[in-house]
């Protein structure tokens, strides 16, 4: 039987991302991927990624009675002391605003190391949290925005490894390496394994 998942979020490009990752993992899931009511949002709360991800995931599944995968995820500048982190999203009004604003607070640093962080949760219709996971991919900021494809802070979050920031990657390579790829990969399994005894 087909079962429903919702995906708990209004980020377009997280959205995006989800269902790439999700429509991968269909195969053996056999899931109707739905987004969540526009109308319902969940204010962030929580201290960390993943009781963020935990909030967002269980809240939206007991308001919709529906399975529900909620993602909670940002970058952590190491000279910033973990900074924006899980307030990336809120750090400014715009994508370009936010890259600014990081620009300028790095401005005399020269330690540009930096993380993104991916926690993902899955919470059946009563709201409970069935599985989650964490993905994290390493990199550094570097002064001037690169590259077009992407969202949020992918000009500026370089991957050395590659030679390239996400926003310069195509997006098959990024969905391969990306904190979000990680985190999914994890969940993965607990997936397939919670969805084939349903």
């Known amino acids: ?34 987004l969540k009511p526009q109308d319902l949002e969940v204010e962030e709360t929580a201290t960390s990624f993943i009781a963020n991800a935990h909030l967002k995931a269980s809240q939206v599944a007991i308001a919709t009675h529906e399975w529900t995968i909620a993602d909670d995820s940002g970058l952590e500048v190491m000279a910033l002391n973990g900074a924006p982190g899980i307030f990336s999203a809120r750090y400014a ?11 300028s607070e790095l401005a005399t640093e020269t330690n540009r190391q ?23 991919c390493v990199g550094e900021i570097i002064n001037l925005p690169r590259g077009e494809f992407g969202f949020g802070y992918d000009p500026v ?8 920031t996400f926003a310069e990657m195509a997006p098959d ?18 997936l397939v394994q919670l969805f084939s005894s349903l």
């Open 157 to 164: 979050f370089y991957v050395p490894e590659y030679k390239l």
């Open 114 to 136: 930096a993380q993104f962080v991916c926690a993902v949760a899955l919470a059946d219709p009563d709201g409970k949290i069935q599985a989650e996971a964490v993905g994290i």
């Open 173 to 190: 390579l990024k969905s391969e390496i990306s904190h979000r790829a990680k985190a999914m990969e994890i969940l993965r399994p607990q």
């Open 93 to 103: 009004n715009s994508d370009s605003a936010r890259i600014q604003r990081l620009l």
């Open 1 to 34: 039987m087909l079962k429903t998942l919702i995906i708990a979020s209004s980020n377009a490009g997280k959205v995006a991302e989800l269902q790439e990752h999700l429509n991968h993992f269909n195969n053996s899931l056999n899931f109707d991927l739905r």
